[in-house]
């Protein structure tokens, strides 16, 4: 493989699970990070490190000079323990995605991948696809959330550069911190269905969701938006009851507070375009303990 990679926010989980995938498979990689002493896996796997920050947009050009393609997995995402901002969050997405194509620009980076999520085509219990369009529910801080990453994308598209974008379901895995999350409270009697149970979530393993990610850029797709999931979406009430099962906790009690719209995504599109599948193809594989 030739040509240098620059993944912004590498240390973030994915970024984390990304990196030595990038790296074995040849390419020469170079981590953004805000922290390097954070950095651990990117010097472990021999990437080069260099500090930037999305908000900077000196230390973001100094950091893509030389690099061919740009990654941007960018996030200031609260995990299950609170910490974090979504007002944040939707400024790194909404103000942060135009300064980091300027960046790439000036730096003369010619391809650009997005992280972005697949609830931007959440349709509540629709089976839905890339061309599906949000529709908003009750959750309002959801649904700034999924505006701020549909004003992203936009400022990606039109770009001018060769860009693609990839729409992550919800991430469980090593580092996520959900499922080892949902794993705790059902184990301690306290796990809760989101509502009655009945809304939908399309997951991928962190794994997958870096793995589709070499896959695509190995394959050179651009200009698409792509989701990235599991085979399965499933509801809320099937997927705890299994984790429930697995923990030797009681069966979770609903009217738990609903934390993302329902969303139930299909990943036919990236399976077609990328070569790939996901290894942990839907809940049941991925949450083996």
């Known amino acids: 493989m030739t040509g240098k990679i620059a993944i912004l926010g590498a240390n973030g989980v994915y970024g984390r699970h990304l990196t030595p995938r990038l790296v074995e498979a040849g390419f020469d990689v170079r981590a953004l990070v805000r922290r390097p002493e954070a ?19 000196a230390s973001l050009r100094a950091g ?28 790194v997405r909404r103000d942060g995605a135009p300064l980091w194509v300027e960046a790439c620009r000036q730096a003369g980076v010619s391809r650009i991948v997005q992280q972005s999520i697949a609830m931007v085509n959440a349709a509540g219990t629709e089976l839905a ?34 860009w693609l974008i990839l729409r992550g379901g919800l991430f469980y895995g090593p580092g996520t911190g959900f499922d ?12 809760r269905t989101p509502g009655t149970g009945e809304d939908y979530v399309s997951l991928v393993h962190i794994a997958d969701m870096a793995a589709a990610t070499v896959a695509a850029i190995g394959a050179g797709v651009s200009g698409r938006a792509l989701i990235i999931a599991d ?19 009681p069966p979770p009690a609903t009217g738990g507070r609903p934390g993302f719209p329902s ?16 290894r942990y193809r839907d809940y049941r594989a991925g949450l083996v303990r």
């Open 180 to 191: 080892d999350d949902w794993f705790a409270r059902a184990a301690a009697g306290k796990l």
């Open 64 to 91: 893509l000079e030389g690099c061919e393609i740009g990654i941007n997995l960018a996030t200031s995402l609260p995990g299950p323990s609170g910490r974090g901002d979504y007002d944040v969050n939707d400024r």
């Open 231 to 249: 085979n399965r979406p499933v509801q809320w009430r099937e997927l705890f009851a299994y984790v429930a099962e697995v923990a030797g906790g």
């Open 263 to 278: 969303f139930r995504v299909s990943n036919r599109r990236a399976r077609e375009a990328l070569g790939w599948a996901p």
């Open 39 to 57: 950095a651990g896996v990117a010097r472990g796997c021999g990437a080069e490190v260099r500090v930037a920050d999305i908000f900077d947009a």
């Open 129 to 162: 696809d890339e061309d599906t369009a949000f529709r908003p529910g009750e959750n309002e801080m959801a649904t700034r959330a999924i505006e701020a990453s549909i004003a992203m994308e936009a400022a990606i598209r039109e770009s001018g550069l060769d």
